[in-house]
């Protein structure tokens, strides 16, 4: 009886899985960046037309379906026009790119407490601003900036120090 092992056939797969996941990487950050942009200017759109309370339903997951639906679909038709791809692929990239980022929107803004300040605060300047914020702090729990130490200082923080050279 012959013995078949799987252990070097798994290995391989997933080296091929890990390299085809370095390779896109690019590729999919740039599809998170611009499902990230396209979701942020309907919701920046919809907040210019007076309707803060449905975007803030919406992120709340209060909205009507009806409405719900509407916003998605937007979102959706940006998303697709931004791509700049046709057809199935297209339609592929979009079914699982913008769920994945709204999800991680609400997460985000669940997380930072960012809806109840939307939802106190009704003028529409400081929606926007709010909802800025929410798109950066949504970019940085999908792309973080591991291991280069980089961050954002305040305008009157002191500069770090140099390292002996």
Request: glycine share 6%; charged share 25%; proline share 5%.
């Amino acid at each position: 009886m012959k013995r078949v092992s799987f252990i070097p056939t798994f290995l391989q797969a997933a080296r091929t899985t890990g390299l085809r996941a370095w390779q896109t990487g690019r590729l999919f950050q740039r599809a998170v960046r611009t499902a990230l942009d396209s979701v942020q200017e309907v919701l920046r759109a919809e907040v210019q037309k007076g309707n803060g309370q449905l975007v803030a339903d919406f992120l709340t997951n209060k909205a009507l379906p009806a409405a719900r639906a509407l916003l998605l679909e937007r979102m959706a038709s940006r998303l697709l026009i931004r791509l700049g791809l046709r057809g199935v692929l297209a339609s592929s990239v979009v079914g699982w790119v913008l769920p994945f980022v709204v999800e991680h929107l609400v997460k985000v803004g669940h997380r930072t407490g960012l809806f109840e300040k939307i939802r106190e605060n009704s003028t529409v300047t400081d929606t926007l601003r709010r909802l800025e914020e929410l798109k950066q702090a949504t970019w940085k729990a999908l792309a973080p900036d591991h291991g280069t130490g980089a961050e954002v200082l305040p305008d009157d923080a002191e500069p770090p120090r140099q390292l002996p050279a």
